[in-house]
C-alpha cells in the first residue's frame, strides 16, 4: 500500500516534471513558397538574415514537401496528419468548376470532418493553449456548414485572420484596412504581414506569462497574390534588379522580393521576443510552406512551380529548430512531408501517438535528434483528380524515382530525381518496367486510403469551358 502510493507520488512528480518540460511550439506556414526563395535555399536576390539564422540554428530539410501543389488540402494534412486523398480534401477550396472537362471531378470534401481530432485539439488535449494566426481556407464555402469551420472549432483557443479567404480580400489588399476578423484594422500604410506579427508577438507575451505549454500556428497569408510590398522595399529590389547578374535564374520580382523581406523580418522578430522572453531555448520553431511559389522562377531550378505536378509545385522548405535536441546547422536529405508534423510534435511534447488520425504521417524525432538519418518509409504519394493549371494527375516518389500519371490519357513520365532533380528526361519509355511497377503501387495505395477516382463526363464537350493546355 504505502509502496503504491510512494509509485503514485513518484508518477505524479514525473508527469509534472514533464507538464514543465514540455516545449512550446511556434509553427510558421508561409502560402505559396517555392523551394528556392530563401537565402539557405540558395536565392541570391531575396534577403533574408533571420531565416537563414533560424535554419543555421535547427535542421534544414532538402527533400521538405507539402502534401499537394495548392492550399486548403496541404493546410489540412499538416492538421490531420492524413493525405489529402484520405481525407477526401483534394482541391483548393472552393475549386474550379469544369463541367465540359474530359473527366468528371469526384464529390470531394471542403472540410475536415469534425469526428477527426486534429493537431492542435490533440495537443490541447495535452494541456497546451493555441492559437491561430493568419490564413485559414478551410471553410466549406456555398456549404450550409460553412461557419461551423473556423480555425477556433478545430481545436484553436482564439483565431486571428482566419476566414475562407484564400488571399487577402480587405479593402487594402495587403495594406490597411484589413477587414480581418479579430484584427484591427490599422492605419493608413500599415502592412498585414506586420500587423499580422504584432499579433503574434503580444501573443507570446501573454503564453509566457501562463504555465501552460503553447501552439503558436501562424499561418502567413503573404506570399500568396495579390504581389504587394512597402513602396520603400519595391524600391529597394528595384535597384537591386539593375545590377543583380542572375546566375540562377531565380525569381526577380521586385514586389515580391519585398514580400520575402517581410516575411523574415516577422520571423526575426518571433525568434528576438522568444530570446527577450527567455523561453527560446523551451520552443521548438517550424517553418515550411504550403505549395510552391506562384511564379516559375521561384522554385530554386526545380520543375515548375504552383499547381503543377512536377517538383517545384510540391517541394518545400522545411525547416525545424528543436533547441537541445537538434544539431544547429544541420541538414537531412530524408524525404519528409506535411502529414508528419503532427506525429513528430506530439512526440516532442511527449504525448502518446494517435494512429488513429495521423495514419500518414511518421515522427520526425530520430532524424531531428540524429538517432538516424533515415526514415522507414521510401515512398510518398500525391493525388490531385483536379483541372488547374495542369491536368488531374497523381504521382509516386519511391527513394529517388518519380511517377506522374496523368489521368485523362494516361500517360506516364518517369524521373530519376537524383540525377535529374530538374526532371528533363522522362524514362517511362526507356523503363518501362519500373514505371509500370511504380503504377501499380500507386494504384494499390489508391485504393489503401479509399481515394476518390475521377470518371468519365458524359458532358464532355472540348469545344466548351476553357481548360487550359499545360504549357
Ligand atoms: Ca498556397
Not at 502510493?5 to 518540460?21: E, G
Not at 531565416?51 to 494534412?77: E, H, W
Not at 475562407?164 to 484594422?185: H, I, R, S, T, V
Not at 506530439?346 to 533515415?374: C, F
Request: net charge negative; proline share 7%.
Amino acid at each position: 500500500m504505502i509502496k503504491s502510493r510512494l509509485l503514485n507520488f513518484s508518477l505524479l512528480l514525473l508527469s509534472s516534471a514533464a507538464q514543465a518540460q514540455k516545449p512550446n511550439f511556434v509553427f510558421l506556414l508561409v502560402d505559396d513558397l517555392g523551394w528556392g526563395d530563401f537565402g539557405c535555399y540558395g536565392s541570391e536576390f531575396h534577403e533574408t538574415p533571420n531565416i537563414d539564422k533560424l535554419a543555421s540554428q535547427g535542421m534544414l530539410f532538402d527533400n521538405g514537401y507539402a502534401a499537394c501543389t495548392v492550399c486548403s488540402p496541404s493546410r489540412a494534412a499538416i492538421l490531420t496528419g492524413a493525405y489529402p486523398a484520405r481525407t477526401h480534401l483534394t482541391d483548393w477550396i472552393a475549386g474550379h468548376k469544369k463541367p465540359f472537362a474530359k473527366l468528371s471531378v469526384p464529390d470531394w470534401n471542403m472540410r475536415m470532418d469534425h469526428e477527426r481530432v486534429v493537431l492542435p485539439e490533440a495537443l490541447k488535449e495535452g494541456g497546451y493553449s493555441t492559437a491561430f494566426i493568419g490564413k485559414w481556407h478551410l471553410m466549406p464555402t456555398g456549404e450550409p456548414d460553412f461557419d461551423q469551420h473556423y480555425p477556433t472549432d478545430h481545436g484553436f483557443d482564439s483565431n486571428v485572420g482566419g476566414r475562407e479567404w484564400g488571399q487577402p480580400k480587405g479593402p487594402g489588399k495587403y495594406f490597411a484596412p484589413f477587414g480581418m476578423p479579430n484584427l484591427d484594422d490599422g492605419k493608413k500604410g500599415d502592412f498585414l504581414t506586420d500587423k499580422l506579427t504584432d499579433v503574434a508577438v503580444d501573443y507570446l507575451v501573454s503564453a509566457s506569462e501562463k504555465k501552460d505549454p503553447f501552439l503558436l500556428y501562424f499561418s502567413y497569408y503573404t506570399l500568396h497574390g495579390p504581389i504587394m510590398a512597402p513602396p520603400e522595399l519595391v524600391k529597394k529590389y528595384e535597384e537591386k534588379k539593375k545590377t543583380f547578374k542572375n546566375l540562377r535564374n531565380e525569381c526577380v520580382n521586385p514586389a515580391r522580393a519585398g514580400m520575402v523581406e517581410k516575411l523574415d523580418d516577422s520571423v526575426g522578430r518571433i525568434m528576438a521576443k522568444l530570446e527577450e522572453l527567455g523561453i527560446a531555448d523551451n520552443t521548438v520553431v517550424i517553418l515550411t510552406g504550403d505549395n510552391g511559389g506562384d511564379t516559375p522562377q521561384s522554385s530554386g531550378g526545380l520543375r515548375d512551380y504552383k499547381a503543377y505536378s512536377h517538383e517545384g509545385g510540391v517541394r518545400e522548405p522545411f525547416v525545424v529548430k528543436w533547441p537541445g535536441k537538434t544539431a544547429a546547422g544541420s541538414t537531412c536529405e530524408e524525404m519528409v512531408i506535411g502529414m508528419d508534423f503532427y506525429p513528430t510534435m506530439l512526440e516532442m511534447a511527449g504525448l502518446p501517438p494517435r494512429p488513429d488520425e495521423h495514419k500518414d504521417g511518421v515522427s520526425l524525432v530520430p532524424l531531428l535528434t540524429g538517432k538516424s538519418n533515415e526514415l522507414e518509409r521510401d515512398t510518398l504519394y500525391w493525388h490531385y483528380p483536379h483541372y488547374h493549371r495542369t491536368k488531374p494527375y497523381g504521382a509516386i516518389r519511391q527513394g529517388d524515382m518519380k511517377l506522374i500519371e496523368f489521368f485523362e490519357d494516361g500517360k506516364l513520365e518517369l524521373y530519376d530525381l537524383k540525377a535529374d532533380p530538374a526532371e528533363t528526361k522522362n524514362l517511362a519509355s526507356t523503363n518501362p518496367e519500373q514505371a509500370q511497377e511504380l503504377l501499380k503501387k500507386f494504384k494499390q495505395w489508391r485504393t489503401s486510403v479509399d481515394a476518390q477516382l475521377m470518371t468519365e463526363n458524359p458532358k464532355y464537350d472540348p469545344s466548351k469551358g476553357k481548360n487550359k493546355k499545360k504549357k
